[in-house]
């Protein structure tokens, strides 16, 4: 680790040291909670009090508000972004490419000491710096996991974590569970015709004779493989991605279970707004392991269901795909597996969910992040329309006034053009 970054976090666990009670500010999602647990066991151990906030936008007065009345504030996986406004003992350990850097207080963000924290460290990668515990190591992995930064291969701090603990992610089938759930349930891969449908993937499995009951784990190499081509051809024949058929394979890494089914609980839980259960898991509740299975079920249902409403429902826009979903969790979880898993590389994908305001996600491709940064797409966007957003390369998302839908989406399509046509 660049030796600058490693002072910081010194200079955190200092302020740690000098404090009592902690207020913690975080996002909702995985990268979120785990950050925040991973941080708050660590303050358990230490003796120290705290009280966790989870927020949905990034940037709030809200947020502000606390971070200029308490004396001691830890923001995970936000603060990055309005860090020029902020002093006193502050320690902020945010992945979202900061506009400037703070001295006064404590800022560690990837960006600044060279790494990419698109992909080489998620707030989760930081906490577990600021830590060192391995026995949270596996909730810093959800977090990796949470964030899609395992995609392609781990780089930088997340390598440089697996390689201190001696681990290798090894790939394997993505489904988790009894055969007919573990088909039924998944959205990552979505499969179009057998997600959501258990009686279809019952007449499956007895054609394929793989007991639906049996655990994936138990499968024979001969069941694997034949389970493994069907799944692959039906998403070759449904999705638009031109490897789609690879996705029924993924890498996963083993701590004392697999870290990919830990991180579908941890989601499940924190876009099912209970945050707190999948908080209370990381601080040592086994027992609420049973409750984030069954808000798994329930949410990924939601998901799939919405998915298929999506796929009746979608508009195009020049190079935009977009759509409007009942939710905000829903927003960003729907725009993610239409990108990954649906629609064509070479489209931007928008969400849409209209409040009091206008909630958008936004992905894309990484074939399409070499070519513009969307996170910074959306904060020109946003300084001009009057909203607030920003984020990585092939996330990002922002909150507009309502009405501004419209010129949000020809402008976005503008940028991409210009950033495909340079
Ligand atoms: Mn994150």
Excluded: W
Excluded at 28 to 53: E, M, P, R, T, W
Excluded at 56 to 74: F, G, K, L, Q
Excluded at 140 to 153: M, R
Excluded at 249 to 262: K, Q, W
Aim: hydrophobic letters at 40%; aromatic letters at 10%.
């Amino acid at each position: 680790m660049n030796p600058d970054m490693e002072n910081r976090f010194k200079r955190a666990r200092e302020i740690i040291e000098n404090g009592d009670y902690f207020r913690i500010l975080t996002h909702y999602d995985v990268d979120g909670v785990c950050s925040a647990g991973i941080v708050a066991k660590y303050l358990l151990q230490h003796g120290k009090n705290f009280h966790i906030s989870f927020f949905r936008n990034a940037e709030s007065s809200e947020i502000i508000n606390i971070v200029n009345n308490e004396d001691y504030v830890i923001l995970t996986d936000l603060g990055s972004s309005f860090v020029a406004k902020m002093k006193g003992d502050v320690i902020v350990l945010d992945h979202h490419k900061p506009p400037a850097d703070n001295e006064e207080i404590v800022h560690i963000n990837p960006h600044i000491f060279g790494y990419d924290g698109a992909h080489d460290a998620c707030a989760s990668t930081l906490a577990y710096y600021l830590t060192e515990d391995p026995r949270i190591a596996r909730f810093a992995l959800a977090g990796i996991f949470g964030d899609k930064q395992h995609l392609g291969g781990f780089t930088g701090l997340n390598l440089e974590l697996l390689d201190s603990m001696g681990i290798r992610p090894q790939e394997n089938l993505v489904l988790h569970g009894e055969v007919l759930d573990a088909v039924v349930y998944s959205t990552e891969p979505f499969f179009p015709g057998l997600s959501g449908k258990p009686e279809v993937v019952g007449k499956i499995l007895e054609k394929l004779k793989i007991s639906p009951t049996k655990k994936i784990e138990e499968l024979s190499e001969e069941e694997k493989v034949k389970l493994g081509s069907y799944l692959s051809l039906v998403l070759v024949r449904e999705s638009q991605v031109p490897e789609a058929g690879r996705f029924i394979v993924g890498m996963d890494v083993d701590m004392g279970g697999s870290v990919r089914y830990l991180t579908e609980l941890l989601d499940s839980a924190a876009r099912s707004d209970e945050q707190s259960v999948a908080l209370g898991y990381i601080l040592g509740e086994d027992g609420n392991l049973e409750r984030m299975e069954i808000l798994r079920k329930r949410y990924k249902s939601e998901v799939i269901n919405n998915i298929y409403e999506m796929l009746n429902n979608y508009f195009t826009r020049g190079h935009v795909i977009y759509f409007f979903a009942p939710n905000g969790y829903l927003t960003s979880s729907l725009a993610t597996i239409a990108s990954l898993y649906l629609f064509p590389p070479d489209r931007v994908i928008v969400g849409i969910y209209v409040d009091a305001q206008v909630h958008i996600s936004v992905r894309c491709s990484k074939y399409f992040a070499r070519k513009f940064h969307l996170g910074e797409i959306l904060r020109e966007i946003c300084a001009f329309l009057g909203g607030q957003g920003g984020g990585h390369s092939v996330a990002a998302g922002c909150t507009l006034p309502k009405g501004k839908e419209e010129e949000f989406l020809e402008l976005l399509n503008e940028k991409i053009e210009k950033g495909i046509s340079q």
